[in-house]
């Protein structure tokens, strides 16, 4: 055998190597190629599947408001970043994403996709300490500081949502008789007792309540039901969109005078628009404005000049998201504290009457984990848009 | 509690009515096993295809009616052909769990087809169905229910007729009974094979866009095929006339317990319908006895 002994100055080098190797490999590359005074927001984007059709908006909104963020220099002069990865809409697939994200990239603040993952998410969220997180969910249980002292809504949560419909009710029709129709699914059910609790107190009678099976296509058994109950108000929950139309298709045919109502995630222009001429009228809670709105607002319109087409609510939750996420952040590093979960959540609790630049019409306060303010709005099938029912609700 | 038999007239008419479907549907299924034994598990998924094609036609290409219901059914009458040629022939004399996994891996690559053409968002089809209110009595009944049994009853008529008396019918029900026998009379069985196929997914089609029309087309609109292996089952697999009244039967059941005991029990009545009826009737109501069991 004919080896060479090794100089020292070659050892001394290898072993440097060895070791910055070994240094690389206890972190991912990806971290220490990370400039350190990076903002990054981390997403589970659900850009396909059944719940694309907002995951692509959500995208999108917030892309542009770290876009507009950093064209005017980033926050205190430390670029946003923003990681988003494909869900589909499962949760295991958003965890997976949050733990390829958050191992790869140093996560400030993060989107979730569903109740399901902000609820499966939230030990290792405890865990981490240094991530604030909103997402797509508006659901009820998530609106717990106790519980989620790291999460919040960006908007009402569903109970809230009824509570601002019921209060329009009341308003406009006292001692109403008000029927919830809703999805055998945990978003279906999620506002209805306490609800229903909360139109007692308001003097409203709850009429009927009918749970509708997942995936059932012939609801004509149902509007039976409610025809019978006659109520003055029907609101859906847990849908997009089927089988609201045909309620209220079949629901008109059988002469019934009800009026229709709906949530967040049904209020989108061009998912009440499909509704079809039967969906004139149609109402329903809305936290921000829409797209097209004129009243006055400079972040709308910024977005009208970005981009000149119609953007969705979805767009508009994600870019207020987006704003909430930063603004929490800058609160953060103006009282030079570190970004940790519980300094950013604080920040965003000591929003008072916050300016969204008009995305939502009031000026907002986040005293707890929602935004518990919205709109209602109604369906002008001639001119294909929602227009103002109502003033801006506050609870 | 005081019985209210007007409401309960009203929602079993509906509920009967809207077993009309099943029973179209469920047809499409036996069609396929009474000639070939093979389980089609993607029944739904076909049901759904034949919708997105009709929408295509209608909506997106903005075709007359009168030609684009046509076209959607012939479109997947060419699906079932390829699915069939493709996918079940060369499974010829596998064990029968050979092809029901295929079908299985079928409505998965069907759903998959349509989210990445048409994509999973929610869609309505055009109304086609006359919307004037029909009541029978003092019960209502929706226009789209009662046309949907309508057509749904005219199809299965002429399914039924084709059977008897076409020679295409009777090779089929010939394969059906003895697919050796039929051989030796110089029935050309692998192309009764690709027949019962193409009859199949054309009836599916039918029931899918009826059944898009009612309550809009989505990608997991195949859910809708789970009531149909529950209504084939209990008529027994391969039994025509089994798929019928299995069909109204377990309309009526789902409607009756979405009436009376809530929308979450629809369900959970029709599974109960079907075990009872296999402690019964092992091999469903009209099915014939040795049918393989998976």
Redesign the interface.
């Known amino acids: 055998m004919n080896q060479q002994a090794m100089s020292p100055r070659r050892r001394g080098l290898m072993l440097g190597a060895a070791a910055t190797g070994l240094a690389a490999l206890t972190q991912p590359l990806a971290v220490l190629a990370q400039d350190a005074s990076e903002i990054v927001i981390g997403g589970s984007i659900p850009m396909?599947?059944?719940?694309?059709?907002a995951g692509v908006g959500i995208n999108d909104g917030i892309q542009d408001y770290v876009k507009i963020i950093n064209d005017a220099g980033g926050i205190k002069g430390r670029k946003v970043k923003y990681v988003p990865e494909d869900t589909a809409y499962k949760v295991d697939v958003s965890v997976a994403a949050f733990k390829k994200i958050t191992s790869q990239n140093k996560v400030n603040v993060y989107y979730g996709d569903s109740t399901g993952f902000a609820k499966t998410i939230n030990p290792e969220l405890e865990r981490n300490g240094n991530i604030l997180m909103a997402g797509a969910s508006f659901a009820s249980e998530l609106n717990d500081p106790k519980k989620y002292p790291h999460q919040f809504l960006v908007g009402p949560d569903y109970t809230e949502m009824f509570g601002i419909l019921l209060k329009h009710i009341a308003k406009e029709k006292p001692g109403a008789k008000v029927a919830f129709v809703y999805s055998?699914s945990e978003f279906g059910r999620d506002p209805i007792e306490k609800s229903e609790a909360a139109a007692k107190q308001l003097g409203l009678t709850v009429a009927i309540k009918?749970?509708?099976?997942?995936?059932?296509?012939?609801?004509?058994?149902?509007?039976?039901?409610l025809?019978?109950a006659a109520p003055d108000y029907t609101i859906f929950h847990g849908y997009?969109?089927?089988?609201i139309?045909?309620f209220i298709?079949?629901g008109k045919?059988?002469g019934m005078k009800s009026k229709w109502m709906g949530t967040f995630w049904t209020m989108d222009s061009s998912t009440v628009m499909?509704?079809?001429a039967d969906g004139d009228g149609f109402m329903g809670v809305m936290p921000y404005r829409y797209y097209y709105d004129t009243e006055a607002a400079p972040m709308l319109e910024k977005i009208r000049a970005m981009r000149p087409e119609y953007q969705s609510t979805a767009y508009t939750q994600g870019m207020l998201a987006a704003m909430l996420f930063l603004e929490s952040v800058k609160r953060c590093l103006d009282a030079g504290k570190p970004l940790t979960g519980d300094a950013m959540k604080a920040a965003l609790n000591s929003l008072k009457d916050f300016d969204t630049g008009g995305l939502i019409g009031v000026p907002i306060s986040i005293p707890g984990n929602s935004i518990p303010v919205g709109r209602v709005y109604k369906a002008d099938m001639k001119a294909q848009k929602m227009v103002p029912a109502s003033d801006w609700i506050k609870l | 509690m005081d019985m209210d038999w007007g409401y309960l007239f009203e929602v079993s008419l509906t509920s009967v009515m809207g077993g009309g479907l099943y029973a179209l549907a469920g047809l499409a299924f036996v069609m396929v096993y009474k000639a070939t034994r093979v389980v089609n598990l993607a029944i739904g998924e076909m049901l759904m295809a034949g919708s997105y094609l009709f929408f295509t036609f209608a909506a997106m290409w903005a075709l007359p009616l009168w030609l684009a219901i046509p076209a959607a059914v012939l479109a997947s009458g060419v699906l079932g052909a390829v699915i069939e040629r493709t996918m079940i022939r060369p499974l010829l004399g596998e064990p029968p769990i050979s092809a029901f996994m295929v079908t299985i891996g079928l409505g998965s690559v069907l759903v998959g087809l349509v989210e990445m053409i048409w994509s999973a968002d929610q869609r309505r089809l055009p109304d086609f169905l006359p919307t004037q209110a029909i009541t029978v009595g003092d019960a209502f009944l929706a226009p789209k229910i009662f046309w949907g049994a309508v057509i749904a009853s005219v199809f299965i008529t002429a399914v039924l007729l084709v059977f008897r008396y076409w020679r295409g019918g009777v090779a089929l029900r010939a394969t059906a009974s003895d697919q050796a026998a039929a051989y030796a009379v110089g029935i050309n069985v692998p192309r009764v094979f690709s027949l019962s196929w193409v009859v199949s997914a054309m009836l599916a089609a039918v029931s899918g866009i009826i059944v898009g029309s009612i309550g809009g087309i989505s990608s997991s609109m195949g859910v809708f095929g789970l009531t149909v292996l529950v209504v084939v089952i209990v008529g027994g697999l391969d039994s025509v006339l089994g798929a019928l009244v299995a069909g109204l039967l377990v309309g009526l059941v789902e409607g009756l317990a979405g009436a009376y005991l809530g929308g979450e029990y629809k369900l959970l009545a029709t599974f109960i319908v079907l075990v009872f009826i296999l402690m019964v009737r092992p091999y469903g109501l009209f099915g014939t006895r040795e049918i393989e069991r998976l």
């Open positions: 396909t599947g059944v719940f694309a059709f055998d009918i749970m509708t099976a997942a995936g059932s296509v012939d609801v004509s058994g149902e509007v039976i039901k025809r019978r997009i969109l089927a089988p139309p045909e298709t079949q045919q059988q499909k509704m079809g």
